[in-house]
């Protein structure tokens, strides 16, 4: 994992909140995706057994597990960090040293995520989780489609997504990932995807020899120089990448493994390069002589699961850590390979399902059309993310607070509202105070809630003098649930009442929506929408109506917490002369 740009905080809370709230919406659609495929497929009676096709053990298990890692894959892109981190601090440097064509690829790739990183990593998500679950559930025809769905997939990402897994980085090493991890799920993917005729015969004898070959290229890469392994010392390659990987957020017993893993590496230098590249040869060989169509061997297996096993922890960091690990990484794939097309497996009989014809059959139906229905709901908003000429403003945002704010000495835009008691409010009044003015969605139940706290917080270190300076308004920042009922039930839940200064205001949907086009506010929401996305902002306006400060609802760097958007609150009010 290579760190970032460190532009942006990738835990934005406005964009993790409308990343969840754009995943749960979709969650509706795919379940009613999902019923109408599983009536289709109820109705056209394509889920049956198919007695003339036997599946083998080794293609079974090629399934599940391929299915499962697709599926833990679609899960760590449900992370919160990815719509913001996966293009620049992922993708981006995976581009360092890649030929001109294929940096250009993977710098509009980059572009393109970052125009649209909400859809986009949802899209990314669910259709890893439809991969995943298709291969689980799915057998003969269904299952080769699956297989054929994970290699394009497959190989967009490996070439977009991760520079062709690091064939033209200059340090590149089989112990980091090379040639990629994805590859290993497209050569998976592609078996699957073949007739199930041709499958025994070929399968086992090109698996295990293709990763022998790949062993033989690892060796030489091991060999050169130029990467380092022969050095000891700090200046270890794989000291270097042990002490990189562990910066990242794990627990403290694991990190203490891989960096004891590094230091070993630091003091024998070359020898511990001698024993990397001697397991290399004996696995090499040891899978070359199990291809044999009549070699019963396993030793060359076993040898490759345990090295694998062992190089994911020491020079992978296990690959689940950080928040921006996209996969397992390259050493699970490459073992779960060599274990589906061992001479073990594959001279074993086929697994049968211990589950009677009609729950096998009710089984497939319906996993089968939520993977389906997952695929579909992705597709499209990906589709239109890609032929879209706008953007989402979402990474700006996260970047620089609200795009459309007003700078100091601007003039405030002024109001006639409703307030909590059902009176006319009116803004600027009479009061000729300082005013704190900002948004909240009575019916949120994240980040508005922390922001009422925090005024609450703000208010409670007011003298009595300062107060009757101060007025706090907040204008209801959701057009459906915008009732004086709603208001008044978020004001008691969150003990806001007791605040005298405080004024939380409505009015119908077309005044609400004058007052977030004047202050460029963005509230997003559809009427079957519990909550709103919206921007959270807080404007300091002086006695004379002009805006005096701009406060992004994200506390400043090196602060964390409540207590920190309050300090941050306070001393601009104090800076602008409220003693």
């Not at 709901?377 to 996260?398: F, R």
Request: charged share 10%.
């Amino acid at each position: 994992m290579m760190p970032g740009n460190g532009n942006t905080n990738l835990t934005n809370s406005y964009v993790v909140q409308l990343f969840h709230h754009t995943l749960w919406s979709q969650v509706g659609w795919i379940l009613g995706v999902a019923l109408v495929v599983a009536g289709i497929i109820v109705l056209m009676r394509q889920v049956r057994e198919s007695p003339a096709e036997v599946e083998p053990r080794s293609r079974t298990l090629l399934r599940w597990i391929f299915g499962v890692l697709w599926f833990v894959d679609g899960l760590l892109q449900l992370q919160p960090s990815m719509p913001l981190g996966l293009g620049n601090d992922v993708v981006l440097p995976s581009a360092d040293g890649t030929p001109f064509w294929l940096h250009r690829l993977m710098i509009d790739g980059v572009n393109l995520w970052n125009d649209h990183p909400i859809a986009l990593a949802a899209a990314a998500a669910w259709i890893q989780l439809g991969i995943g679950l298709f291969l689980l559930v799915s057998r003969g025809t269904l299952s080769r489609v699956a297989g054929a769905v994970a290699v394009g997939w497959g190989l967009l990402v490996w070439v977009v997504g991760n520079g062709m897994g690091g064939i033209f980085s200059s340090g590149a090493s089989f112990l980091f990932g090379w040639p990629g991890a994805v590859m290993f799920y497209v050569v998976a993917g592609a078996w699957l995807a073949a007739p199930l005729r041709v499958f025994p015969q070929i399968f086992a004898k090109f698996t295990l020899r293709l990763i022998a070959l790949i062993l033989g290229g690892g060796i030489i890469l091991q060999v050169l120089p130029s990467h380092e392994f022969w050095h000891g010392g700090s200046s270890n390659a794989l000291t270097a990448m042990a002490n990189e990987m562990t910066q990242a957020a794990q627990p403290h017993w694991f990190a203490s493994v891989v960096n004891g893993g590094g230091s070993l590496a630091s003091t024998m230098g070359g020898g511990f390069n001698i024993v990397v590249i001697i397991w290399m040869a004996v696995t090499a060989y040891g899978l070359w002589r199990s291809s044999s169509t009549a070699s019963t061997s396993n030793w060359g297996v076993a040898t490759c699961v345990a090295g694998c096993l062992v190089w994911w922890v020491f020079a992978q960091d296990g690959a689940l850590f950080g928040g921006l690990s996209t996969d397992v990484n390259s050493m699970l794939p490459v073992a779960a390979l060599v274990v589906c097309a061992s001479p073990r497996i594959r001279n074993s009989e086929p697994i049968t399902m211990p589950l009677p014809a009609l729950a096998r059959r009710t089984y497939a139906t319906v996993f089968g059309a939520v993977a389906t229905a997952l695929l579909v709901v992705a597709i499209i908003p990906m589709v239109n993310a890609s032929v879209s000429s706008g953007a989402e403003t979402t990474l700006y945002v996260a970047q620089n607070g609200q795009v459309a704010f007003y700078p100091p000495g601007s003039s405030a835009f002024p109001f006639s509202l409703t307030d909590q008691h059902g009176r006319s409010f009116h803004f600027p009044n009479s009061t000729k105070r300082y005013t704190l003015l900002t948004w909240l969605d009575p019916k949120c139940w994240t980040d508005c809630p922390l922001l009422a706290a925090q005024l609450k917080d703000l208010d409670q270190q007011l003298t009595p003098q300062q107060r009757d300076q101060l007025q706090i308004i907040a204008v209801a920042a959701n057009p459906y649930h915008e009732s004086l009922r709603d208001i008044n039930a978020f004001m008691t839940s969150h003990q806001l009442h007791s605040m005298n200064n405080f004024y939380f205001v409505t009015g119908t949907r077309a005044q609400l929506a004058q007052n977030y086009n004047d202050y460029g506010i963005e509230v997003s929401m559809k009427r079957t929408d519990k909550m709103s996305v919206h921007s959270d902002a807080i404007y300091l306006i002086d006695p004379h109506g002009s805006i005096r400060a701009y406060i992004p609802d994200d506390p400043p760097t090196g602060t964390s917490g409540t207590s920190s958007a309050v300090t941050a609150l306070w001393d601009t009010i104090q800076r602008v002369g409220l003693k």
